[in-house]
């Protein structure tokens, strides 16, 4: 069975940092290009950040670039988000996704929730 | 990096149709063939119905379609199921490595 498991949410206070992580397996985590995407609860869905397969390639939404690291370990089929200078409106909550189709996010994990306050 | 315009809501009978759109620009959804579409029922992951503008990953009904025009891509969801009613996204590719969604569909079964 495909599966994504993110972990490390939570509470933060502003100006802080957070990693989180997502665990792949049931499928070749080495050959997908994958996304983190959020979700502010009762709102719309935003892209923020994809990894290509070997690592080297990167994008970020505007809104997060420079404070965000999206990295990943293919021996571990794990993908991360690390998330400094946090601010109150990156609280949501955060679903990691692999481009299972072209330009197509399949399958999603669960989501995990982050939440920046003090 | 403006997120793509869809219509806050949308509605059809049991059995009819219902078509969404999804407004963006040349550098969005008028300049790539990367438009997808995921729906998305309450307090559940996104799931994913269609992708390069109109095909259907394996195990979606060809009841969803998707189209597109100039700038503007469309999803079309026929012979509405109870089990239809749920929100829809638009993504596309931005170019530069960047993503954008659109603002979300309500789309209610009446």
């Known amino acids: 069975e495909v599966q994504l498991v993110e972990s490390g949410g939570g509470l933060v206070q502003p100006g802080g940092s957070l990693r989180l992580s997502c665990a792949a397996s049931?499928?070749?985590?080495?050959?997908?290009?994958m996304h983190w995407v959020r979700q502010v609860p009762g709102r719309e869905l935003v892209w923020v950040s994809r990894?290509?397969?070997?690592?080297?390639?990167?994008g970020y939404a505007d809104s997060v670039k420079g404070r965000f690291t999206i990295s990943r370990d293919n021996a571990r089929a794990t993908v991360f988000l690390e998330m400094n200078s946090l601010r109150a409106e990156d609280t949501a909550v955060y679903y990691c996704?692999?481009?299972?189709?072209?330009?197509?996010?399949?399958?999603w994990g669960q989501g995990i929730l982050v939440t920046v306050s003090s | 990096q403006s997120a793509l315009t869809q219509p806050p809501s949308a509605s059809g009978s049991l059995g009819q149709s219902v078509t969404i759109s999804c407004t963006g620009t040349?550098?969005?959804?008028?300049?790539?063939?990367?438009v997808s579409w995921y729906q998305q029922h309450p307090g559940k992951a996104p799931k994913l119905i269609i992708y390069?503008?109109?095909k259907r990953p394996s195990g979606v009904p060809d009841r969803f379609s998707g189209s597109r025009s100039g700038n503007t891509a469309s999803l079309t969801v026929s012979g509405l199921q109870a089990d239809d009613e749920a929100d829809y996204y638009c993504?596309?590719?931005?170019?530069?490595?960047?993503?954008?969604f659109g603002t979300g569909t309500k789309v209610t079964v009446l």
């Open positions: 993504s596309s590719y931005a170019g530069s490595d960047k993503f954008v």
């Open positions: 390069e503008v109109t």
């Open positions: 040349s550098s969005d959804v008028g300049g790539y063939n990367y």
């Open positions: 996704a692999t481009e299972g189709s072209p330009a197509g996010l399949t399958p």
């Open positions: 049931g499928f070749i985590f080495s050959g997908d290009w």
């Open positions: 990894i290509n397969p070997g690592g080297n390639i990167r």
